[in-house]
């Protein structure tokens, strides 16, 4: 996580055309994720945030994907959240008991 003006950004590694859409952890610093959309026409990275709006509780509109719009590797800021509750959000979605 890395505190930004106005929110967070935090670290993905995207498999896209997978069999379906899920969140497999956090591997090497980053978020893992798979999703059945192809790399192509943003498809992927429109079921990117729509799963992580999900994942997260949020709402999609506060998600952008910053750097790697291309790439497997994106950065994802997430408007209005400081990165400490963002770390604690994903430490209790990824770890819930």
């Given at each position: ?8 950004e935090?670290?993905l590694r995207v ?6 859409d899920?969140?497999?952890g956090v591997?090497?610093g980053?978020?893992r ?24 509780g949020?709402?999609e509109d506060?998600?952008?994907?910053r750097?790697g719009?291309?790439a ?14 963002l770390?604690?959000?994903?430490a209790?979605t990824l770890?819930p008991?």
């Open positions: 996580m890395a505190p930004v003006p106005g929110g967070a935090f670290k498999s896209p055309g997978a069999a379906r899920r969140v497999l591997d090497g980053a978020l994720l798979e999703v059945r959309a192809p790399a192509r026409g943003g498809r992927a990275n429109r079921a990117v945030l729509n799963l992580l709006a999900s994942f997260l949020l709402e506060r998600l952008t994907i750097r719009v291309t497997p590797g994106k950065w994802v800021h997430v408007a209005g959240m400081h990165a400490d509750e770390s604690q959000h994903l209790r770890l008991g």
